[in-house]
């Protein structure tokens, strides 16, 4: 499994090393953010938490996402290129659909 963020950035094959727990992208060491969350669960009539943080795994999107940041900067991506094919259809067009299943109405 690759890095997604690099290869979304830069067309790069970087091995993953973690999984996001968000989203579930492959993540490399310099794409992930790890948070420490202690867990609680009920015990009895009040909550308990164990004595060891739990560990988690976030991708830069993930982590702004969950602590209210601004949105981490957005993916340089190569243009795609546009298929050879027909015009799309003009206002003045029948739509997608053509004029023989649109007649014009009277």
């Given at each position: 499994?690759?890095?997604?963020d690099?290869?979304a950035?830069d067309?790069?094959?970087?091995?993953?090393?973690?999984?996001?727990?968000?989203?579930?992208?492959?993540?490399?060491?310099?794409?992930?953010?790890?948070?420490?969350?202690?867990?609680?669960?009920?015990?009895?009539?009040?909550?308990?938490h164990?004595?060891?943080?739990?560990?988690?795994?976030?991708?830069?999107?993930c982590?702004?996402?969950?602590?209210g940041?601004?949105?981490?900067?957005?993916a340089?991506?190569?243009?795609?290129?546009?298929?050879?094919?027909?015009?799309?259809p003009?206002?003045?067009?029948?739509?997608?659909?053509?004029a023989a299943?649109?007649?014009?109405?009277?």
């Amino acid at each position: 499994m690759n890095c997604y963020d690099c290869y979304a950035a830069d067309s790069a094959h970087t091995p993953a090393v973690a999984v996001c727990h968000g989203c579930h992208s492959g993540l490399c060491p310099d794409h992930l953010r790890m948070i420490r969350p202690v867990l609680h669960r009920p015990n009895g009539m009040g909550v308990s938490h164990g004595p060891t943080p739990a560990r988690q795994v976030l991708c830069l999107t993930c982590h702004a996402a969950r602590n209210g940041l601004p949105a981490a900067p957005a993916a340089r991506r190569a243009p795609v290129p546009a298929a050879p094919g027909p015009a799309a259809p003009g206002p003045d067009s029948a739509g997608a659909r053509g004029a023989a299943e649109c007649p014009a109405e009277a």
